[in-house]
């Protein structure tokens, strides 16, 4: 399983992002299972790369701030 999570929660997060513009979501039947499918929009594309975008720069100055003090405390 990718995520730790039920499928209740997953549909919670799901329904939210589509209210936003995000995901679309088709509901229909393989047999009798029934099955739902994702995708995403082009603004839920552009909303994910500027969050992504906006981690990256986070963990980039994280990193920059640790190293500073790991050679600046002399504990390299």
């Given at each position: 399983?990718?995520?730790?999570?039920t499928?209740?929660?997953?549909?919670?997060?799901?329904r939210?992002?589509?209210?936003?513009?995000?995901?679309?979501?088709?509901?229909?039947?393989?047999?009798?299972?029934?099955?739902?499918?994702?995708?995403?929009?082009?603004?839920?594309?552009?909303?994910?790369?500027?969050?992504?975008?906006?981690?990256?720069?986070?963990?980039?100055?994280?990193?920059?701030?640790?190293?500073?003090?790991v050679?600046?405390?002399?504990?390299?």
């Amino acid at each position: 399983m990718l995520l730790d999570t039920t499928d209740g929660n997953v549909s919670v997060h799901a329904r939210r992002l589509e209210e936003a513009g995000y995901l679309t979501c088709k509901k229909s039947f393989a047999g009798r299972t029934p099955l739902t499918e994702y995708k995403i929009t082009a603004a839920g594309r552009k909303a994910l790369e500027r969050y992504l975008d906006h981690m990256e720069t986070l963990i980039k100055a994280m990193k920059s701030v640790t190293l500073n003090r790991v050679f600046i405390g002399g504990s390299f």
